[in-house]
């Protein structure tokens, strides 16, 4: 038998859901006659797969140890990479927006590379905000994700309610995203209709004018800030949120992103020097939130990045050799 004492972080979660988070290769069919044959308790009493559980109750799992995860034996290795320090734009007891600036990763992956969750983890740590032998199930986590060349803000949720709440507000679009970017000419302004397709293989997406059967409807707001020689800063409001929409839906446009080396114009980026898309999530507006999410209190509230990055290389633009 195994117990855990539901956390702040469990509030809410469905028990089927715990059960299945703190356990390992256990068949749905096990986990379901485990609730039939009261193996699963709370507060000592037979739980329902569907039970809302609230901090302080008490889960007993009468369930073989073999679907338990070991403790993992530590190999000696290197010591951590260290992570980066994060900078915070906006926090409050749910939420923090974080700047990610370009080439760093928001999450790990094979190369091992220092990457943002981690930093942010690690940050929240230090400030005693977030104790990981005292939780069962729950880390902070990312809940929009940026391209590893995209710099921009990035939310990140502290507590599991607002994991949960936020990942609503982004599906439901009661969030907008904008962008600022560097194209390779002055693309025409206003708002552009397409259909994407995204291949797995080579990682990259197809643009049509159509609808076509297997593409999925893009919309793209674009507004030239200003131009410099042969490249224009632009704002781009993202309608719909696909993969590579902004890089690709203005390739398709006749004006890449400078930099861009998936959709990009290769002679251009190496007489700039760019070799990472000049590519910045900028701003986030949020919209009318219900009053049943958690987040409700952040309606109408604007987030925006002040100093972009972004900016002071499109500046610098005019100091470089292909602008005439």
């Not at 709440?165 to 390779?184: A, F, G, H, S, V």
């Not at 409807?217 to 674009?222: A, L, R, Y």
């Amino acid at each position: 038998m195994k117990k855990f004492i539901a956390g702040e972080n469990e509030n809410g979660v469905r028990l089927s859901r715990f059960v299945e988070s703190v356990t390992r290769d256990m068949p749905r069919s096990l986990l379901y006659k485990s609730f039939r044959n009261k193996r699963i308790k709370v507060n000592g009493k037979r739980g329902e797969a569907d039970t809302r559980l609230s901090s302080g109750d008490v889960i007993e799992l009468y369930i073989n140890d073999e679907f338990f995860p070991e403790k993992p034996v530590v190999p000696a290795k290197k010591p951590p990479r260290r992570q980066p320090p994060v900078k915070v734009i906006y926090q409050d007891e749910n939420i923090a927006v974080l700047y990610k600036p370009a080439h760093l990763l928001c999450h790990s992956d094979r190369t091992g590379d220092a990457n943002l969750v981690d930093a942010f983890c690690a940050q929240l740590q230090a400030s005693g905000e977030y104790d990981p032998k005292a939780e069962n199930r729950f880390a902070p986590a990312i809940c929009n994700r940026l391209d590893r060349g995209t710099e921009g803000l990035v939310i990140a949720a502290k507590k599991y309610t607002a994991l949960r709440d936020m990942n609503e507000i982004i599906r439901n679009d009661w969030m907008k995203k904008e962008y600022l970017t560097i194209t390779i000419g002055a693309p025409p302004a206003g708002r552009h209709v397409a259909w994407l397709q995204h291949s797995e293989k080579g990682n990259k997406v197809r643009i049509h004018a159509h609808e076509s059967e297997g593409y999925k409807k893009i919309i793209t707001d674009v507004t030239v800030i200003r131009c410099i020689g042969p490249f224009a800063l632009c704002r781009i409001g993202l309608i719909t949120g696909r993969t590579h929409q902004i890089r690709a839906h203005l390739a398709y446009l006749g004006h890449p992103v400078l930099g861009d080396i998936k959709y990009g114009n290769r002679n251009m980026n190496e007489k700039t020097g760019f070799k990472t898309q000049a590519l910045c999530a900028q701003r986030l507006t949020f919209g009318n939130i219900p009053e049943g999410n958690t987040l409700h209190y952040l309606s109408g509230r604007v987030i925006k990045l002040a100093d972009p990055e972004i900016v002071k290389q499109f500046d610098a633009l005019e100091r470089k050799p292909g602008q005439e």
